[in-house]
């Protein structure tokens, strides 16, 4: 397996639907979905702007491959391990 870069620093941009984050080069790395009211947010069930927020902001303040393999963990296929489950 090829080893992959993200160099910091990462930035956040907020988006119409959330949040993203994007390393030194403007590549997307992390989209994170939200609603305005916590009453839209639950139906959409994704997190509301605050929350979104902060998740975003964690995950440029932890620039690591960790935190890339802990976001796409529920992603993955339990059995396969690829992407897309």
Not at 5 to 17: A, L, N, Y
Not at 23 to 37: F, H, K, M, S
Not at 67 to 78: E, G, K, N, V
């Amino acid at each position: 397996m090829t080893s992959r870069r993200f160099p910091s620093p990462w930035q956040v941009e907020q988006t119409p639907g959330g949040f993203k984050v994007l390393d030194a080069n403007g590549q997307a790395l992390v989209y994170i979905y939200a609603r305005e009211t916590k009453a839209e947010a639950d139906i959409a069930k994704v997190l509301t702007f605050d929350e979104a927020r902060r998740v975003a902001a964690h995950h440029r303040a932890s620039a690591t491959k960790h935190a890339i393999l802990l976001l796409f963990a529920p992603l993955r296929d339990s059995e396969t391990g690829n992407l897309g489950a």
